[in-house]
């Protein structure tokens, strides 16, 4: 089933990016290899979200680049980079309200339906037939993350470890080479962050892709990533293997300490 | 009978003008405040090809349609880069120009007079066959891939952007979709009245096809062609009342928007009836 790819190279370098006066970002720099699980750390406030928001097109960055196996991706628009390969869920869950379960999933896959206008409005066999291929897709992905028999309910009427499964299976959909995972653990009970954690790591023998998550439970980022990167004040603050950076004095003394 | 007659094609030509209106407000979430200025275009050139040049109906409802399409992409390339509130003030003042430059070209227009002598073409079965074809038109497009994606952004087009979905793209098909069924809306209008004058035209009739949009459920075609035949026909059942009726009117909308804020169908389609079959076979599969 899985495939080993030798695409999803992702390479950051120098990123910057000020708000004002306040430096989110500050000459940043992270890599990671195909098929690797990549964790970001920081206190709050350290720049997390704005890197993943630069990486993805939300922001355009102040300095630095970002090469998707080894393409530049800097001037690109968020849906171009979306199209490229990059997927991402949201911090605070971001799902389509006027769309059922299935139909949020099918709207990874609607920007590259091979059908135009006309097919569309005529409802000619060539739409329908992409139609239920897309249907059939979003499915799988929904029944890869346990949510089958789910898809017509309102994605709001779900449970909130459920609408997180959700996201994640709407940014499968996409097909990406990169998923970004922000928070992806907040919210849930500790026998969801269990049953989290094995999806991801099951997702990811599946498919293989690159992940890089952003994440305060030390659960999920000791068991999850390969590498770690700690951020603080938009800067990088250490790098290396999950224990050696665990043990790292000063990243204890600005992070882990506090949780300890 | 000549009265029920016309009521019936009135309302089956808004019905078709409030299609465009739905597309813009209820599925990419954008204000059009100047939706029936798309009708005055498909009207007046289609009833201006038709006088001037003795164009068969057919050819000038198509060019009348065309155009209103091409005055949507001109009012639609610059704005839907903008924000949604700046979007109702550009299409306001688009709708105001049109119907001041069809004040001011008396010569080609006949102004405030009127344009007049305009052929009798469509009849009540026209407008009814009109409607059905551009509802089948509609109703796929809002099932389609296009219509997912619009309804996507219109929640949250932040999300939308990183699915892949090209935002401002969609919302400029859409808008051409809109302009070009309003457009022959207004075609439709011109070779029925036999008459136009650029004050039916107006700011007023845009805003009148927002509310019934908003009445009949934001988020359901269904509910805006109920609200629509309701709210066309309603003065006219008010008739009676004849001074009330309009504050009647008033306060039935009034009614609707408070204890129904999502209005009366919500996001309900009438195809759920159908189509509940099959999903839910889909589901166990």
């Keep these: ?15 910057s990016k000020a708000f004002g006066g306040v430096h989110a970002v500050d000459d940043f720099s992270f890599a990671a290899k195909p098929g690797e699980i990549v964790g970001i750390i920081g206190p709050n406030g350290a720049g997390k979200t704005t890197v993943f928001n630069l990486v ?3 922001y355009a960055a102040d300095r630095g680049s970002v090469l998707l196996d080894g393409v530049s991706l800097c001037g690109r628009r968020q849906d171009q980079i979306a199209r490229e390969g990059i997927g991402r869920t949201f911090q605070n869950i971001r799902l389509f309200k006027g769309l059922n379960v299935l139909e949020n999933v099918m709207t990874a896959s609607d920007p590259t339906a091979p059908y135009g206008f006309f097919s569309a409005i005529l409802s000619l066999p060539a739409k329908r037939g992409s139609d239920r291929q897309e249907a059939k897709k979003g499915r799988e992905y929904l029944s890869l993350v346990g949510l089958s028999g789910l898809e017509d309910a309102r994605p709001e009427s779900l449970p909130y470890g459920m609408q997180r499964k959700l996201e994640l299976a709407r940014a499968l959909a996409i097909g990406p080479k990169v998923i970004l995972l922000d928070e992806p653990a ?8 269990r049953e989290f954690i094995d999806l991801v790591q099951r997702l990811h023998e599946r498919f293989n892709f690159t992940i890089v998550f952003i994440e305060h439970r030390m659960e999920v980022v000791m068991n999850l990533s390969h590498k770690l990167f700690v951020l ?23 992070y882990i300490g506090e949780e300890d | 009978m000549d009265y029920i007659y016309s009521i019936l094609t009135l309302t089956g030509i808004t019905m078709i003008g409030v299609m465009g209106t739905y597309m813009v407000t209820g599925l990419t979430g954008q204000f059009s405040f100047g939706q029936a200025a798309f009708m005055a275009v498909g009207g007046y050139v289609s009833a201006m090809l038709a006088l001037k040049y003795g164009v068969p109906f057919a050819l000038a409802a198509l060019i009348g349609s065309a155009a209103a399409a091409l005055s949507g992409l001109l009012v639609g390339m610059p704005t839907v880069r903008l924000r949604r509130d700046y979007i109702s003030l550009v299409t306001f003042g688009f709708g105001e120009a049109i119907i001041s430059v069809l004040n001011n070209s008396a010569q080609l227009t006949g102004g405030a007079e009127g344009l007049v002598g305009i052929p009798k073409r469509v009849d009540l079965p026209l407008v009814m066959a009109s409607v059905v074809v551009c509802l089948f038109l509609v109703a796929c497009y809002k099932n389609s891939k296009y219509g997912r994606q619009c309804l996507a952004l219109r929640t949250d087009e932040l999300a939308a952007r990183s699915m892949g979905i090209d935002v401002n793209r969609l919302k400029l098909v859409t808008f051409l979709f809109a302009s070009a069924i309003t457009g022959y809306a207004g075609v439709l209008y011109a070779f029925y009245a036999q008459y136009l004058e650029p004050g039916y035209f107006n700011w007023t009739v845009s805003a009148e096809w927002l509310i019934i949009v908003f009445v009949g459920g934001i988020n359901s ?6 609200s629509a035949v309701i709210l066309t026909s309603l003065p006219e059942f008010l ?18 928007i408070n204890f129904r804020p999502n209005g009366i169908f919500g996001d309900w389609e009438i195809s759920r009836l159908w189509k509940k079959k099959t999903t839910v076979k889909g589901g166990q599969a």
């Design chain 2, 221 to 226: 075609l269904t509910g805006a062609m109920v």
């Design chain 1, 56 to 58: 993805t097109g939300v």
């Design chain 1, 1 to 15: 089933m899985s495939t080993t790819t030798t695409r999803g190279l992702l390479e950051v370098s120098g990123l």
């Design chain 1, 186 to 193: 907040a919210g849930l009970n500790p026998s969801e962050v």
């Design chain 2, 239 to 256: 008739r009676f009342a004849s001074a009330w009726r309009i504050i009647i009117y008033c306060i039935i909308v009034l009614l609707i």
């Design chain 1, 232 to 254: 603080s004040f938009g800067k990088l603050l250490a790098s290396g293997e999950p224990l050696e950076v665990r043990h790292n004095p000063e990243v204890i003394e600005a």
